[in-house]
């Protein structure tokens, strides 16, 4: 009898056989030495609920990403806050952003209040290795930076978005490196080498993708599979709908499943596939107004399309496959999640905001807590329970019946839309009872990290200096074309040192010559600009958009000297003394190197 000639018997022995193989993984334990297991974290950048094949868009294929879904849960209602340094900080602390100080995504405000424990320190603390290879996005100087925040390894940059894709600037713990490749593809390397390296040993491994955030930039081979495509799924207002960046977003996603693919066969090469907890899921919602299965609300939006992400979390032998759960869920409930699963303590400083999912995601069990979960940005905030949306403006929205949010209930429902404004206005006033308007200064020097960086992004320009863009990130200084101009940062010096100072710089043939005073307190440093040095601006060859932030140069790096610093706060301070020609120079950077 051939099997082929029935097919329904056939499916029959396989779920059989599926069934088997699930009772007897239900059972096993991690290999790994500790009998912990490892933990992997994709978090891609402005990707949205609709970038999925998975989640019905017919647009693009992403196997891989899909296949966790089949392979393990998805939450389908999971939420994160409207852009990105808030949910990276409410992932890895398990916090509200508001109550730890993260207000904006640069200039400082991007990073979350020290004293906060973040993800890698728990799993640090119960024995883990831990790596990042991406966009960190919570801050810059150690201790903000992810080596001060619990993480081992780092590799990638930490401003809130990169200017050029392609072998780009990068850093690895703090020293400045070359990228090498499409960026996605490089991170996803180290990654790979991370598992290699440490497959014997548990590890957390966190990758938060720079992708699909523009510059709209991706290899030939994913652009010509879109360029010429037609779209049959477009946004909600098709009017408004960007094709060419759409075309570019949905390429830009199909490299990061390729590159989600290659570390799960990374996994199962490695012989780790079984005791690793994987997981993936977006930082806000789209980049554009493309296709997003009719919700309301883009990047930047307190509303359904703007905070809704699927999460993909499987552990083969633990979760059960195919797992669907709708419950209401967050950022925030990802770190005590995660350590209940791994069965470490979540011992953080402050009580957390986030729950964990174990039983939900393992067993099944409904969540019995009756929760709403709140999402801000600028000022708007909104809630979400289970049945509910109460939006900034008042509306609510029965999400059950109308996830598209297009009929508002205030009025037909006025003691529920009361119930939901007192628990917005109780929220805001806890959440923001600790956060202070006292501006924060930027730590230089910290006695166990050798490097800090002090971008344009996170100085103040004076006299007529301007930035290259109005989004600071990857920004650079230019038109410093006199004597009253100056740079500021407002610093405080963690430890006395002595560092070696390089000032990242560009200046076109015949305005070569000015003398520079970098000075903090009673210190000071005296430099001069010897060598023209005139880059072009890079980046738009790489783009398939137009962009809407600062191109980019290959800066190059003046050995200014060395400068002693004492302990303490104040103002940093770059200026010019003289200018024998047109202008003094564009700045991208100061590198404080600790010597001593």
């Not at 309301?296 to 307190?302: A, F, L």
């Amino acid at each position: 009898m051939s099997i082929r000639r029935f097919p329904g018997f056939l499916s029959i022995i396989l779920l059989g056989l599926a069934g088997a193989l699930q009772a007897i993984g239900s059972a096993a334990q991690p290999r790994t030495q500790s009998g912990r297991p490892n933990i992997v974290v994709f978090l891609a950048d402005d990707q949205g609920w609709g970038d999925f094949s998975v989640t019905g868009n017919t647009n693009l294929h992403t196997p891989n990403i899909d296949q966790l879904a089949a392979d393990g849960a998805f939450l389908s209602h999971f939420y994160v806050s409207p852009v990105c340094s808030p949910t990276r900080a409410e992932f890895l602390t398990g916090r509200y952003h508001l109550r730890m100080g993260v207000t904006e995504t640069s200039e400082g405000k991007e990073r979350f209040n020290l004293g906060e424990t973040t993800i890698a320190e728990v799993f640090k603390t119960a024995g883990y290795t831990t790596a990042a290879f991406g966009k960190w996005h919570n801050g810059m100087q150690y201790p903000y930076h992810p080596n001060g925040r619990g993480f081992d390894e780092f590799y990638g940059f930490c401003s809130g978005h990169w200017g050029d894709y392609f072998s780009p600037p990068l850093e690895r713990n703090g020293q400045l490196v070359r990228g090498n490749g499409f960026l996605p593809d490089d991170l996803t390397d180290h990654a790979m080498a991370f598992i290699e390296q440490n497959k014997t040993r548990p590890f957390l491994l966190y990758i938060p993708y720079n992708t699909p955030h523009s510059p709209m930039q991706v290899p030939d081979e994913y652009w010509n599979r879109f360029k010429d495509k037609p779209l049959l799924l477009r946004g909600t207002e098709p009017e408004r709908e960007n094709i060419e960046h759409t075309r570019a977003a949905l390429a830009m996603c199909e490299n990061i499943d390729w590159n989600v693919g290659r570390v799960l066969a990374k996994l199962r090469e490695a012989g780790l596939e079984q005791d690793t907890i994987v997981l993936y899921f977006n930082d806000n919602g789209p980049n554009g107004n493309r296709w997003r299965d009719g919700l309301r609300g883009q990047k930047g939006s307190t509303d359904e399309g703007g905070v809704r992400s699927p999460l993909f979390i499987k552990w083969p032998g633990v979760i059960p496959p195919g797992r669907k759960i709708a419950d209401i869920s967050g950022a925030i409930d990802l770190l005590p999640t995660l350590a209940d699963l791994a069965g470490i303590p979540a011992a953080t400083q402050h009580a957390l905001d986030g729950i964990s999912l174990k039983s939900t995601i393992v067993a099944g069990k409904p969540s019995q807590v009756d929760r709403v979960i709140f999402s801000h940005w600028k000022g708007r905030i909104s809630a979400r329970s289970q049945q509910y949306r109460y939006t900034h403006n008042h509306e609510l929205h029965d999400l059950l019946v109308d996830p598209g949010q297009t009929n508002d209930l205030a009025t037909a429902k006025p003691e529920v839309a009361a119930a939901f404004k007192q628990r917005v206005e109780r929220w805001k006033s806890e959440v923001t009872s600790a956060t202070s308007d006292r501006p924060r200064t930027f730590p230089v020097g910290h006695p166990k990290f050798k490097y800090t960086q002090l971008p344009a992004r996170d100085g103040e320009a004076h006299g007529g200096i301007q930035r290259s863009n109005r989004f600071p990130n990857s920004s650079f200084f230019t038109h410093w074309n006199s004597l009253a101009g100056k740079i500021t940062w407002p610093i405080e010096v963690l430890a006395d040192g002595t560092f070696q100072v390089e000032i990242y710089y560009s200046c076109p043939p015949g305005s070569e010559g000015s003398e520079l005073r970098l000075s903090f307190g009673d210190s000071s440093l005296l430099t001069r600009i010897k060598d023209p040095h005139n880059p072009p601006l890079i980046g738009m060859q790489n783009d398939r958009v137009a962009r809407s932030e600062s191109y980019e140069k290959d800066f190059k790096p003046l050995q200014a000297g060395v400068i002693k610093l004492k302990q303490g706060e104040g103002e940093l301070s770059l200026q010019a003394l003289s200018m024998p020609g047109k202008e003094v120079m564009d700045f991208r950077m100061l590198m404080l190197t600790r010597i001593d």
